[in-house]
Structure formats: structure tokens, C-alpha cells
């Protein structure tokens, strides 16, 4: 199955952590390979090797990652006679498509824009490409598989450290709730598509607010929630902890690793 990764995003709330400015926030680094990898490194886990890459701000970055792809960086080799061989390799068996889908565009627009290397594709999925998580993407494909849906999207509860504060009329607090612990739900960023959804995407339009909002107006959106392991990385402090805990070997996204 074919995986579309939303790769152009500027990342401006990371811009103080790029040392050249213009480094896309998929390619900032956990541990020795930058967020993309660890993104497409999940899906090849799951036998999900052919990936489209739509490319925008930034996109010479991401060219030359692949251009120049070092498998010694993140794998055992032996070194005999000024010859490597590799003990173990990464990307050996994946498709890369990188498309320019333009430096502004929004998602569904670059959705829109690599159509045409979906065709034939029925069901596909799609990824913001700056998220981790251990979701058991194969229940994920066949939940979809089996409903009548047009669309489906990941759900997890919401991340942040907030409180929610219920005020009587008299200015009494009668409770005070962790966001994370109401009954809500955020958009986790996995998708699973059918063709369908392209219907309603306009021209620059977007996938959720356009595509998936219609979807759920028919009745033909999908939600998985997912209570396990999911983090973002949209801040400088979010991209370092994700870093750390590489470091210190708490990688629980890093499901290739458990086999």
C-alpha cells in the first residue's frame, strides 16, 4: 500500500533549532536520522515500503538525504580490505517518489497534486511525516478495510497540560479535570484513504478541514482511537525530548527494533 508523506511544512514554531533556516521540520534529527525516517521506518515495519514524498519548503534538503542515504549511519557493517558490507540495511526495499507539491500549498492541495501516483491505488495512506507513535497499524488498515468508509484518521487524547476548570455561577470551582483526561479527542495525523477523498477536496484546499469534515458529514469518516504511544514533535522542546529518549534507548515508536 502506498504512503503519501506531507513533508513541505515550514515548521516555523522549530525555526530557532535549524541551523540553516530552511531545513523542513521532517528532516530536524532524532538521534542519528532525522524525523522522516523514523516516520517511514514505522510504515516499512508493517510491509508499507512504497512512499510518496510531497516536497515544498525545503525540498533540497530532503533530495539530498536520499541522494546521499549513508547506511553505515544507523547500521552494523564490517569493514574488510576498504570494502563496507552491511550486516543490516534500511531503505534497500523502498520505493521514494519525492514530488514538488509547491513551497505554499496546503495539504490537501499537495494531496491533490500527487493523484496521479495513486492511480490504480483504491485505499492509501497518508501521514503528516512529524509524528511517532507504536499504533498497530495493520488493525488500523483492516478496521478500514472492513467498514464502509470513505476516510479514516487516528484519534489520541489531547497532549497537552492544560486544566479544565468547571465554574459555577457563582464563580465556585466544582472541579478541576486534566485535558488529557476528558472525554476528547485530537486528530493523531494517520489516515487511511480511499479515492474517495478526493471529491472533496477543492482547489487548495485541506484534508481535514475540507476532506475529512465532509466525509464525517455523510457518515463516511472513520475514527481509530489510540491510547498508546503517540508524540508530536512541533517545538524545539518536543523535537529534544524525542532525542533524548533515543538516546537513553526509550524508543517505544521504534517498533522494527522489537522483532
Not at 469518516?221 to 508530536?232: I, N, Q, S, T
Request: aromatic content about 10%.
Amino acid at each position: 500500500m502506498k504512503v503519501v508523506l506531507f513533508c513541505g511544512g515550514r515548521g516555523t514554531r522549530m525555526r530557532s533549532d535549524l541551523p540553516g533556516g530552511d531545513i523542513p521540520k521532517p528532516m530536524q534529527l532524532v538521534g542519528p536520522r532525522p524525523l522522516l525516517w523514523h516516520v517511514m521506518r514505522y510504515y516499512a515495519h508493517f510491509g508499507h515500503r512504497d512512499f510518496i514524498l510531497c516536497l515544498g519548503y525545503g525540498a533540497q534538503h530532503i533530495k539530498s538525504f536520499f541522494l546521499n542515504y549513508q547506511e553505515t549511519a544507523s547500521n552494523d557493517f564490517v569493514l574488510r580490505n576498504g570494502r563496507v558490507d552491511l550486516l543490516s540495511t534500511d531503505i534497500s526495499d523502498w520505493s521514494v517518489s519525492l514530488v514538488d507539491t509547491g513551497v505554499d500549498a496546503p495539504i490537501g492541495e499537495r494531496l491533490r497534486r500527487v493523484r496521479p501516483y495513486l492511480e490504480g491505488d483504491e485505499i492509501f495512506l497518508a501521514n503528516y511525516a512529524d509524528v511517532l507513535t507504536d499504533a498497530p497499524l495493520s488493525d488500523i488498515v483492516e478496521r478500514f478495510r472492513a467498514a464502509d468508509a470513505g476516510a479514516s484518521m487516528m484519534v489520541v487524547p489531547p497532549s497537552n497540560t492544560f486544566h479544565c476548570v468547571d465554574v459555577g455561577e457563582d464563580g465556585r470551582v466544582g472541579s478541576i479535570t486534566p485535558v488529557s483526561d476528558m472525554p476528547l479527542w485530537v486528530n493523531g495525523g494517520f489516515f487511511v484513504l480511499r479515492q474517495e477523498v478526493f471529491d472533496h477536496i477543492p482547489v487548495n484546499g485541506d484534508l481535514v478541514a475540507d476532506g475529512c469534515a465532509e466525509l464525517a458529514k455523510r457518515g463516511r469518516l472513520l475514527a481509530y482511537p489510540h491510547r498508546g504511544y503517540w508524540r508530536p514533535s512541533d517545538t524545539v522542546n518536543q523535537r529534544l525530548e524525542l532525542d533524548q529518549a533515543w538516546e537513553r534507548d526509550d524508543r517505544p515508536w521504534a517498533l522494527w527494533e522489537q522483532v
